[in-house]
């Protein structure tokens, strides 16, 4: 089983700053089947990104994934009000598929 | 609009069973896998299971917490996922979400529906 680790558990930023997410994995996340979500309170999650990089569809371009194998990374180039949320990292390569803790997004 | 629902969620005594139902729309269900994954309260999202499309055969996928006790299914004709529940534990209390997959990636979702198992 692949195991993921995101950090920080937690981030406390302001509006309009750079936030830096981080997923590593136990081991090589196969065709870098890694994608990120985003989850606010009570809503289901959402994707951002997948195959490491590639954003989904309406996803604003603000949201950036970079990274290979092992580590894996989220960049919110400028934190907007509405990205104050909880952010996963899915691997999806190899069953049984497995997701991040998360780690949280939080206003400063 | 792809649209996913799910439904059948409910308060449950340990040991019993239930199942869950995933209404969809808007796209060919045929022609994806489907996922579900569930989140306990106040927790992260664990994987619990996937269905391939039937043309490459539906093979089914289980988490190890959950193998031998969830079975998943599929209604092509109708568009609906389904999970059979049995032998409910309490951790196995959470918000279960269905989910299109796109090859294996879960692309698109449903709100989600809540099973508490308490006696």
């Known amino acids: 089983e692949i195991v993921l680790t995101q950090s920080p558990d937690t981030l406390s930023l302001s509006p309009g700053e750079r936030a830096t997410l981080s997923c590593r994995a136990s081991q090589s996340v196969g065709n870098n089947y890694l994608a990120w979500y985003q989850q606010k309170r009570g809503q289901a999650p959402r994707l951002l990104i997948y195959?490491?990089?590639t954003r989904a569809t309406g996803i604003a371009d603000r949201f950036s994934g970079s990274g290979s194998g092992t580590d894996f990374t989220l960049t919110i180039s400028r934190l907007e009000p509405e990205d104050f949320a909880v952010y996963y990292c899915?691997?999806?390569?190899?069953?049984?598929?497995?997701f991040g803790l998360g780690t949280k997004v939080e206003i400063k | 609009e792809v649209q996913l629902v799910e439904s059948g969620g409910d308060l449950v005594q340990p040991g019993r069973s239930l199942r869950l139902s995933c209404r969809t729309s808007g796209f060919n269900f045929g022609d994806f896998g489907v996922g579900w994954v569930r989140q306990a309260p106040g927790k992260g999202l664990e994987w619990v299971g996937f269905i391939g499309k039937k043309a490459l055969g539906g093979t089914m996928y289980y988490a190890a917490s959950v193998k031998g006790r969830f079975t998943i299914s599929r209604d092509d004709s109708e568009g609906i996922g389904y999970l059979q529940l049995s032998s409910l534990k309490t951790e196995d209390t959470a918000v279960y979400y269905c989910?299109?997959?796109?090859?294996?990636?879960?692309?698109?979702w449903g709100q989600g529906t809540l099973v508490t198992v308490s006696s």
């Open positions: 899915h691997q999806y390569a190899s069953s049984p598929w497995t």
């Open positions: 989910a299109r997959s796109s090859g294996w990636l879960f692309a698109s």
């Open positions: 195959e490491a990089s």
